[in-house]
């Protein structure tokens, strides 16, 4: 079992930043594949970025330049700094980890977290 807790939503205008942090508990935090998904009102939860137990990464196009993921393994913790952010970033942002990084590419994840709103005004 892992426990997920993000943390760092809130409101922004337009071109602010933001950093998202998801502190995980109850597993080997460094072999856990983990992602940030976003659900927007209307709309299905996609994929923004993951980072891999190895250090790679994946973005979504919507957001490559502008968001970074990274993790930190002495803090079992994922950070996902955004920059340039727009209105079209709004949404709920989910943590989620697998031990496999198919599963979060696909958008099954094993874990997740509660969320945490973002909201970028115009």
């Known amino acids: 079992q892992v426990l997920l807790v993000e943390s760092g939503g809130g409101l922004v205008q337009t071109g602010g930043s933001l950093r998202l942090s998801c502190a995980a508990s109850?597993?080997?935090?460094?072999?856990?594949?983990m992602g940030w998904f976003r659900q927007a009102p209307g709309k299905e939860r996609d994929l923004v970025a993951a980072?891999?137990?190895?250090?790679?990464?994946y973005y979504a196009n919507s957001v490559k330049g502008r968001f970074t993921i990274s993790r930190d393994s002495t803090e079992s913790t994922v950070y996902l700094q955004m920059n340039s952010l727009k209105p079209e970033d709004t949404a709920v942002y989910y943590c989620?980890?697998?031990?496999?990084?198919?599963?979060?590419?696909?958008?099954?994840?094993?874990?997740w977290g509660q969320g945490t709103q973002v909201t970028v005004s115009s």
């Open positions: 989620a980890a697998d031990p496999s990084s198919t599963p979060v590419l696909r958008g099954t994840p094993t874990y």
């Open positions: 980072i891999w137990s190895g250090g790679i990464t």
């Open positions: 109850g597993r080997t935090f460094s072999r856990l594949a």
